[in-house]
Structure formats: C-alpha cells, structure tokens
C-alpha cells in the first residue's frame, strides 16, 4: 500500500488516470499543492489532454492553467472521496488560482466523472493515510 501523495502512490495515480475514457477537447493542466503533509509540501500536476490524465509531474515547476490548493486533512478527504471539491472551494476549504472555470467547468467531464470516482475510492483503498 502506498502512503498518499508518495512517488509510489503518485505512480499508481498516473496508471490509474491513463485509463480513463477519451474525451475529444478536454485539455488543461492542473496543479494540486497540499501543505502540511507527512512528505512536506507536496506539489503535483495532471495533465489532461483529450479528457485523459497523459502525465502526473511531481515538483512545483512548470506551466499549469489553474492551482488548487489544499491543506492535508481537506485532500484527503477530497481524494478519499469524502468531500466535494465545489463545497470545499465554496467554503474556502481549498484555494483555486489561475483559471478557476477550466478546472470547476471545462474539466468537469473529467474529474466530476463517475470514473474518476472509481479511480479515486480504487485508489484510495490501496493507499495509506497518514497523520501531517
């Protein structure tokens, strides 16, 4: 089992996300950065071409179109599947900078699929959560 938001979980993030279905016009970069955790700060990119996750890039470098941001106790929540992402933005429980309706609406066919559920509870049960 992978601890969440390590290399290890990271990588069954990416072959995991590759799998998801095709989705013609669906492209965007998203950077997650979530504070406080057990591997420090912890900074990710999707990159999303055609509707389908093609890369995870760890590290803060590089171009992405929005970045959402979480403490750890809110992306776990948020992975595990236990907390909406409109809720959690609307109630400032996490931050979106950039382009906030690439990654609310143009991407939702995408990360508000019933696949990327799957993916996530998938996930989720494979993957160790530890306290920050």
Known sequence: MASFLSEDWMAELAEAAALLPERPGLDGVVRFAVSKTPHGKVQFR????????????????????????????????????????DGAFMSGR????????????????????????????????????DEA
């Open 46 to 85: 999707l990159v999303v071409a055609d509707g389908r996750v093609t890369e995870v890039i760890t590290g803060r470098d590089g171009d992405q179109d929005a970045t959402v941001t979480w403490a750890y106790p809110e992306a776990v929540a948020q992975f595990r599947g236990e907390l909406d992402p």
């Open 94 to 129: 996490c931050k979106v900078e950039g382009d906030y309706a690439l990654y609310v609406f143009g991407l939702r066919p995408v990360f508000g699929s019933t696949e990327w559920a799957g993916l996530l509870a998938d996930l989720a049960g494979r993957s160790t959560f």
